[in-house]
């Protein structure tokens, strides 16, 4: 097999993601993948890790927590979905991506368990992350909850600590249609007897989150109670900030974190790179050694693209993956923040499942509304996106091609203008990589299928 046959072969699974109108639907358990791990001989249990779940920011703690475990010294894998520009970003070992050649391996040698124990798409690439891992002789890995946490493929480990960022509305379709139920689902992951992380959550969510700690007699450690930030400073490239940690946690920092930095934007990240330190802590904890110079580092030099990404100037150009009404929120809040005022163009294409009309409804009338669609099978028609447009009040144009709709934003804007490209992970995805041919910069890593 060829890595493009590979991935037709994986993509083909079946699926629980209900949103999908035709093929074959699977419902989410866990007795499927238990079983096909058995038979590959328990990979998931050849190293350590910290699992991490949540509506918005799990994976920026992800990626936080892994980079400061990668330079302090470890072999350090990192799961992560969906990817933004090829699916061998969803599985790394110390930043550097698994090759082709090693998913076509560790793919064909799982082909012959996964005819005999079917799988769903996401049981199969997580099994997948697991062998590589194990191969590879991974010490620690930081894997991020697919959807949800109670069923999801990543929740048959045992972590050192188990991390939850902020709720939201996403999903509906399978988490459940309030906060509470989908806070239950995401509290699956919480294990007897494991520390958890939670980060700030609305009162709804940290009411479940609290009640399924105490059952499951887990510890528990808030982000803006017991570990605690103050920002410092922020410009258009990084923000420093100070951690303030709990007064007694044995072996960990006691003493503020002062001068700390991360390239990364917004008040929301404050949460998450407090939650990535607090997450750091429990591992150290647990036995492994990380020293301040390390969680400094690995803070300053994480990589985490398309989350309020500037991607240029004159005019300002800023890709963010937000794809919920709370994220979309949120990085127009940003924006406010960092420039004093809102965009004046945003380049939006969504998922066939979101919530257009919620996402709608936190734009500013006054930005000049710019459609796209993502060559994607799940992006959203870009027609039908059109026709659920009605309650914005401010000019709204269609243009199907990414790359069209940024040149044409780029061409008409002024200096001064501020574009701001959200939506979706994938039309993100787009817009960067078109960005980055324009410019005569090379291409991000991409699947060509």
Known sequence: MTYAEVLEYLYQLPTFRYWQPAGEIVLPELGRLRTLLQRLGSPHHAFRSVHVAGTKGKGSVSAMVASILKQAGYRTGLYTSPHLHTFRERIQINGELISEEEVVQIAQWLRPALEATPVTVFEAITALAF????????????????????????????????????????????????????????????????????????????????????????????????????????????????????KKHPRAWTSPLEDLFIPLLGKHQLDNATAAVAAVAEVVRGGFEVDESALRRGLAQVDWPARIEVLQSDPWLIVDSAHTIESVEVALATIRELFGRDPDVILFGVYADKDVAGMLSQMPPTAQLILSQASHPRAMDIDHLRSLTHSFRGEIRAIPSPREALERALSEASAEDIILVIGSLFLAAEVRGAWHTLKGLPHPPQDLL
């Open 131 to 246: 062998e590589h891992f194990r191969r590879r002789e991974v010490e620690i890995a930081v894997l991020e909850v697919g959807m949800g946490g109670r069923f999801d493929a990543t929740n048959v480990v045992r972590p050192l600590v188990s991390v939850i960022t902020s709720i939201g509305w996403d999903h509906m379709n399978v988490l459940g249609n309030s906060i509470p139920e989908i806070a239950a689902e995401k509290a699956g992951i919480i294990k007897r007897g494991v520390p958890a992380v939670f980060a700030p959550q609305k009162q709804a969510a940290a009411a479940v989150l609290e009640a399924t700690a105490r059952r499951k007699r887990a510890r528990q450690i808030w982000v803006g109670r017991d570990w605690r930030w103050e920002r410092r400073r922020q410009s258009l490239q990084r923000q420093r900030f100070t951690v303030l940690p709990p």
